[in-house]
Each structure stands twice: as C-alpha cells, then as structure tokens.
C-alpha cells in the first residue's frame, strides 16, 4: 500500500486527478471510438481515450461494447502468520514448490504461492479459503523454512487475479473501437511490471509506439 500511495502522490504532483471508491460501470461508444466511461452512480465521464486495466474485472466492462477476451478468474490465497524476530531477510521461493515466502517489517510472515481459493461472488470480489490450501501452503512453507513451524497463522485471504491462456497479459489496443487501450492477464505478475506497463499505456493512449527497452516495439493486439 506504501508504493501505491506513493504513486498516486507522484501522479497527483503531475496534474493526475484520482477518484477513490469511484466504481466503473462500463464504456460509451459514439461512431466506433470511445466517448465516455459511465460509473456506477450515474455518472458519465466524457473522453477523447480510456485505459481498462481492471484485472479480473476487465473482461466484464469490454463485454458491454462486444469484446470478448479469453481471461479466466483465478482466486489465489495469501496467508499472514504472528510476528516473529527478524531472521527472514529475501523473498524465498523453491523450485517444485508453490511457494512465496517473506517477512515483514513487524515479524509476521507472508505465504503464497499460488495456492487456490473459491469465488463467491465475483461482482463483489468474495472468496471463500479452502482447508485443503491452507493445510498445504502452511506446510509447505515450514519444510523449505523450519522457524516458521512454531509460527500461528493469524489471517488468510485472497486475490482475484486474471489469467491468460499462456499466463502472458494482453495489451494494447482494441482493434474496431478507436481510443480504447488495454492491459490485462497479468497471471498474477501484474503490480511488479506496473511502472513499465503505466508507461507503455500513456504512449499508446496518446496515439505512439510503445517502446520497451534496447528498441524493442510492442505489438498491438489483433
């Protein structure tokens, strides 16, 4: 939450306007191009470009202008144990293991790894954690990590995240509908790209080439 705060500031100080709690209904389309972007209090927001990176939620708000997009909803756990002293220094991960694994700044231990929820409610992003996952990912934390064995756990929740068909994000514009650009299937990699991915977007929405890195150009979606 540091980091996204941290970007929202940096946003603001370059003239960024940031609505929080603001829901997005969908997308208005006039003449084949985007128009606005309609909230769920009513409001319309008119625009010459929009940006959907709404995650799992993106194939939904492009389902109302006619794009279908081969995303899949994943639930993924995360587990949150008592604090303990500092002895955890890097992120651990282990080869044939779903595991990741780090401490944090007041001891607790933080455990994914890719390990399954359920949906409840998509629309209103609930979950449900399943036994046999908790079970699983607690044990196998403790044998890659053994000072975690006499760690409690003292909260676990989950993530909806987007998947792709080959775990690799879509991005970039709509083919048909005019100023609407993309990015979404991140396959849970999503937040760690984000300063690049931010950067490719804004090129993009403003009409140019996404360069990324040593020459290398993106290629729209088709």
Same mark, same amino acid.
Request: hydrophobic share 50%; with cysteine; glycine share 14%.
């Given at each position: 939450?540091? $980091? +996204?705060?941290?970007?929202?500031?940096?946003?603001?100080?370059?003239?960024? *306007?940031?609505? /929080?709690? @603001?829901?997005?209904?969908?997308? #208005?389309? /006039?003449?084949?191009?985007?128009?606005?972007? /309609?909230? =769920?209090?009513?409001?319309?927001? @008119?625009?010459?470009?929009?940006?959907?990176?709404?995650?799992?939620? $993106?194939?939904?708000?492009?389902?109302?202008?006619? +794009?279908?997009?081969?995303?899949?909803?994943?639930?993924?756990? !995360?587990?949150?144990?008592?604090?303990?002293?500092?002895?955890?220094?890097?992120?651990?991960?282990?080869?044939?293991?779903?595991? *990741?694994?780090?401490?944090?700044?007041?001891?607790? %231990?933080?455990?994914?790894?890719?390990?399954?929820?359920?949906?409840?409610?998509? #629309?209103?992003?609930? %979950? /449900?954690?399943?036994?046999?996952?908790?079970?699983?990912?607690?044990? $196998?934390?403790?044998? +890659?990590?053994?000072?975690?064995?006499?760690?409690?756990?003292?909260?676990?929740?989950?993530?909806?995240?987007?998947? $792709?068909?080959?775990?690799?994000?879509?991005?970039?514009?709509?083919?048909?509908?005019?100023?609407? +650009?993309? @990015?979404?299937?991140?396959?849970?990699?999503?937040?760690?790209?984000?300063? !690049?991915?931010? =950067?490719?977007?804004?090129?993009?929405?403003?009409?140019?080439?996404?360069?990324?890195?040593?020459?290398?150009?993106?290629?729209?979606?088709?």
């Amino acid at each position: 939450m540091a $980091t +996204v705060r941290a970007f929202a500031t940096a946003a603001r100080r370059l003239g960024a *306007s940031i609505d /929080e709690g @603001a829901g997005a209904r969908g997308l #208005a389309l /006039e003449r084949g191009r985007v128009a606005a972007v /309609e909230r =769920d209090d009513g409001r319309r927001l @008119a625009c010459d470009a929009a940006i959907v990176a709404a995650g799992a939620w $993106t194939a939904a708000l492009l389902g109302g202008v006619g +794009v279908r997009l081969p995303i899949e909803t994943r639930p993924l756990q !995360m587990l949150l144990t008592e604090p303990a002293p500092a002895g955890l220094a890097p992120v651990l991960g282990a080869f044939d293991h779903k595991l *990741s694994l780090k401490q944090l700044d007041d001891g607790a %231990y933080l455990i994914g790894g890719g390990w399954p929820a359920r949906v409840i409610d998509h #629309a209103a992003n609930r %979950y /449900e954690l399943l036994e046999e996952s908790v079970k699983a990912s607690l044990e $196998t934390a403790r044998a +890659v990590y053994p000072p975690l064995a006499d760690r409690a756990l003292a909260r676990g929740w989950a993530g909806l995240e987007a998947f $792709t068909p080959d775990d690799l994000p879509m991005i970039g514009h709509i083919p048909g509908i005019e100023g609407l +650009v993309i @990015a979404a299937g991140f396959s849970g990699h999503g937040f760690a790209l984000s300063p !690049m991915i931010g =950067d490719v977007l804004a090129r993009l929405a403003l009409g140019g080439e996404a360069k990324l890195g040593s020459g290398l150009t993106l290629r729209h979606l088709s």
